[in-house]
């Protein structure tokens, strides 16, 4: 059934029920296929409304704040995976109570917390608690620095040099994080870098996370690959895997609906501003940077077809996104539909100059929508002191 966005409020961001179950049903077959476990990346989506449809699918998430920690507790009842390139002394016990898994960034902070992590274990015997080490296999074919791990000077993982040949005593696994939205071809370059330079630690650990990035949903990624390479190394090793997608959880099941507020001519340029921000709803389009899709709108400028740069509501000089052309010219109050908006973009969003955040909705299965949250001065006043 057609989304009727005209009784939706503007800016609001729509999740799609039936693509949220679409995925997570390609990707629970993933997993049963394969023999691993896929977890949910809370900082590729969070929205805990949501849980419910997530947690029908699969058994686990990852956080890296205890912030996220809490969340998977309370919204999805599962102890979380937890990896943060550094804790936090005054955090660490409620991250232990709260986890199955904590991964270490490096070997310090192992020495620095490894009595803690004993001192608990002996004293909650029944909680069963798994600690491993973040690699970096120094090997990634993600373009942007911003998002690559393995760039030299690295704060992430630890690279073997660094390593003993033995893995210390309460250290089981072994996690590797170095894809960004990347294709199972990439994967298999990844672990053959991975297998030349941590085999002989693979063969001692119990269990292997590979980290997110993996982007199973997209259209043409090739998931016999995947399950085959998954297979591959959990029976070359006898180890358990684990997949931590972020994009691939909610790829394309939802958008950013937003409102044309103003039009205006700048020196030969038409204009459209919006009710929503480039720069505080959506980042990831000026970090990575990419061009958002919009619905009905031409990616690109087309002579002839009234054209727009489409910019945002803050006062910021560089709150603006590319040119798009239109069949019909903009009018004040036309709604702009932002496709795939949902990952990552939602986990971002600042109220930068005072803006409210754009509302959270789901557009469920049964044809209706349902508001979820909808955002004002407290939500900002909160943010400050």
């Given at each position: 059934m057609p989304i009727d966005y005209t009784n939706i409020p503007s800016p609001c961001f729509v999740l799609e029920e039936e693509l949220l179950r679409k995925n997570l049903t390609l990707i629970d077959h993933v997993q049963k296929s394969a023999g691993c476990k896929i977890i949910l990346a809370l900082k590729g989506f969070s929205m805990y409304s949501a849980f419910p449809i997530v947690k029908e699918y699969l058994s686990g998430a990852t956080a890296s704040s205890l912030n996220e920690v809490k969340l998977i507790n309370d919204f999805m009842g599962y102890p979380a995976h937890t990896y943060m390139p550094a804790y936090l002394d005054q955090e660490f016990t409620e991250i232990m109570e709260r986890s199955?898994?904590?991964t270490f960034n490096s070997f310090s902070q192992w020495e620095r917390f490894k009595g803690r992590v004993e001192e608990f274990k002996a004293a909650n015997p029944e909680h069963a608690?798994?600690?491993g080490i973040r690699v970096n296999p120094q090997y990634s074919e993600v373009e942007t620095d911003m998002y690559n791990p393995c760039v030299p000077g690295s704060r992430l993982g630890v690279t073997r040099d660094k390593l003993p040949d033995t893995l210390p005593d309460g250290i089981d696994g072994i996690h590797f994080h170095s894809l960004c939205e990347n294709d199972s071809s990439t994967l298999e370059r990844t672990l053959e870098a991975l297998e030349s330079r941590f085999a002989d630690l693979l063969h001692q650990a119990k269990w292997l996370n590979m980290g997110g990035g993996h982007l199973m949903t997209r259209e043409g990624y090739d998931i016999d690959k995947l399950i085959g390479l998954v297979q591959k190394i959990r029976e070359k090793y006898n180890i358990d895997v684990i997949l931590e997608p972020g994009s691939a959880i909610a790829w394309r099941t939802g958008e950013l609906v937003t409102t044309?507020?103003?039009?205006?001519?700048?020196?030969?340029?038409?204009v459209a501003i919006l009710d929503t921000s480039f720069a505080a709803h959506m980042p990831d389009t000026l970090e990575m940077p990419y061009k958002p899709v919009i619905r009905g709108?031409?990616?690109?400028?087309q002579p002839g077809k009234p054209t727009y740069r489409m910019g945002g509501m803050t006062c910021l000089a560089g709150d603006f996104i590319g040119d798009y052309s239109f069949d019909k010219p903009l009018q004040i109050g036309d709604r702009i539909i932002f496709e795939d908006m949902i990952h990552y973009t939602m986990v971002k969003t600042t109220t930068f100059n005072g803006?409210?955040?754009?509302?959270?909705?789901?557009w469920q299965k049964n044809g209706s929508f349902r508001l979820i949250r909808s955002y004002g001065y407290e939500s900002f006043k909160d943010r400050l002191s």
């Open positions: 199955s898994h904590i608690l798994s600690c044309v507020l103003d039009v205006m001519d700048s020196q030969g340029i038409d709108a031409y990616h690109e400028a803006v409210n955040l754009p509302s959270i909705g789901i």
